[in-house]
């Protein structure tokens, strides 16, 4: 079955970085785009970066120039390279992949960025 596990989150200040891995398994990842999302109590789930197959990435503007969403299909991993954060990059971060016609999430793992 699809899995994805997501891990890297934790606390870190304002101007800091983190590194978000998903480890995916249950299917042929190469395959598929994969996609981060973040989520902040009270709000919907948005769209943060998107990785294609062939390795093209988008990225929602706020975000652009800030993380770089990447993947290594050697090791089944999805990353999500977050720098100079700022506290409204406090958020539940999970990865997401679309596999016939279903929608799979991970866990979620939470960033906090304090001020």
């Known amino acids: 079955q699809v899995q994805l596990v997501e891990s890297g989150g934790g606390l870190v200040q304002s101007g800091g970085s983190l590194r978000l891995s998903c480890a995916a398994s249950g299917f042929t990842f190469s395959r598929f785009a994969m996609s981060w999302y973040r989520q902040v109590p009270g709000k919907e789930r948005e769209l943060v970066a998107t990785i294609s197959a062939g390795g093209i990435t988008n990225y929602e503007d706020i975000m652009k120039g800030r993380f770089t969403i990447s993947r290594d299909n050697a090791k089944n991993t999805v990353y999500l390279q977050m720098n100079s954060l700022k506290p409204e990059d406090t958020a539940v971060y999970y990865c997401?992949?679309?596999?016939?016609?279903?929608?799979?999430w991970g866990q979620g793992t939470q960033v906090t960025v304090s001020s």
């Open positions: 997401k992949v679309r596999v016939i016609f279903t929608d799979y």
